[in-house]
């Protein structure tokens, strides 16, 4: 047996890895999570979400940069972040519009922390709201506190769990109020 036989292609190692990635269980990082909408404010994007809860037919971009881009900079970062929440599948675009998608599965709404693990999101809508509590997993809050307002995926648990949901964006922080000694 020669040595080329043995060697690796540049891919090679990159398509196994793949599929030891896909049969292992996925958690994302937090430090990768809102690096697309980072240098927007997250009050700029709430504004965003705000004026087009008031509209039916949806507002265009020229329409939503209007009033919250002071400069080049921020209509670029605008843009990002509602590319962003479309990825997400909290926006839809229709046309040259820009819409709320009413979905169950991605909606905002508040995070309640009650002890380390008992964590639920409580969403904005009464529609969304119905069933049981709506859990969080402690290792998908990507830095959420509770009161913080968020952005978040919801799916059906496994087993008897009810629904579940993933925090996909931070858009306002809660108060934070961290108890303990700093040594």
Same mark, same amino acid.
């Given at each position: ?8 292609? !540049? ?18 990082? !937090? ?10 404010? !997250? ?23 209007? =009033?919250?881009?002071?400069? =080049?900079?921020? =209509? ?9 929440? +479309? ?35 409580? #969403?904005?809508?009464?529609?969304? /709201?119905?069933?049981? !509590?709506?859990?969080?997993? #402690? ?15 919801? /799916? #059906?648990?496994?087993?008897? +769990?009810?629904? +579940? ?19």
């Amino acid at each position: 047996a020669s040595s080329a036989s043995v060697a690796r292609t !540049p891919g090679s190692a990159r398509r196994s890895s793949r599929r030891q990635w896909r049969g292992a269980r996925h958690r994302r990082k !937090p430090a990768a999570v809102n690096r697309s909408a980072a240098s927007i404010s !997250p009050e700029k994007i709430e504004n965003v979400l705000r004026r087009l809860e008031e509209t039916q037919e949806g507002l265009s971009l020229e329409e939503l940069l209007g =009033e919250e881009a002071e400069s =080049e900079r921020e =209509e670029r970062a605008i843009v990002q972040g509602l590319t962003r929440l +479309q990825g997400i599948g909290l926006l839809r675009r229709v046309g040259a519009r820009y819409l709320l998608a009413r979905s169950k599965r991605v909606s905002t709404g508040l995070l309640r922390l009650r002890g380390r693990k008992r964590i639920f999101f409580v #969403p904005d809508r009464e529609e969304d /709201r119905v069933g049981s !509590p709506i859990r969080i997993a #402690p290792e998908d809050l990507l830095g959420a506190y509770d009161g913080d307002r968020v952005v978040a995926s919801v /799916r #059906p648990g496994g087993g008897t +769990q009810g629904l +579940q949901a993933l925090v996909e964006m931070i858009l306002r922080r809660g108060r934070l109020l961290i108890v303990g000694r700093l040594h």
